[in-house]
């Protein structure tokens, strides 16, 4: 091989990893579109590599994974009360994250990283997570209804 068909396959290499990672805002809110204590917006589709960040719209909140309810191998994140906390997604798949103090009060949202490729994981553990809820109980099976 010379060196300059050597030279062009590397340039082709790099640049199908030329992707710009994007910013996402989910808004950590008493009241929304969902009804109280939400996330906002409470599912997103994002790419494997883009950053998520929590904003503390209104105070009292953080969000947090759920052991168990995150693609295998990924990385954990749990947020300071009352701050912004931005987490790089690294693995493809489904994230279910939660409000620490509000976990029973259905505070919880979902992150789809690239293809859903764990739904029926999540879905089967799902419930250890609903069965802390005193209101809005199925906000969660809601929200992983629109994971496509
Ligand atoms: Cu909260």
Request: glycine share 8%.
């Amino acid at each position: 091989m010379n060196l300059k068909i050597f030279l062009t396959g590397c340039c082709l290499v790099l640049s199908t990893f030329n992707v710009v990672a994007a910013d996402h805002n989910v808004e950590m809110k008493n009241g929304g579109k969902d009804g109280s204590m939400v996330f906002e917006p409470g599912v997103i589709n994002v790419a494997v590599g883009d950053t998520v960040h929590f904003l503390p719209t209104d105070q009292m909140h953080n969000s947090e994974s759920v052991t168990g309810l995150v693609p295998a191998g990924a990385t954990m994140w749990k947020g300071e009360m009352n701050k912004k906390v931005s987490v790089t997604v690294d693995k493809e798949g489904v994230y279910v994250y939660k409000c620490t103090p509000h976990t029973a009060l259905a505070m919880v949202g979902v992150i789809v990283a690239g293809k859903p490729t764990n739904l029926a994981d999540i879905k089967k553990n799902a419930g250890t997570l609903s069965s802390k809820f005193v209101t809005n109980k199925d906000r969660l099976d809601k929200y992983l209804a629109q994971v496509k």
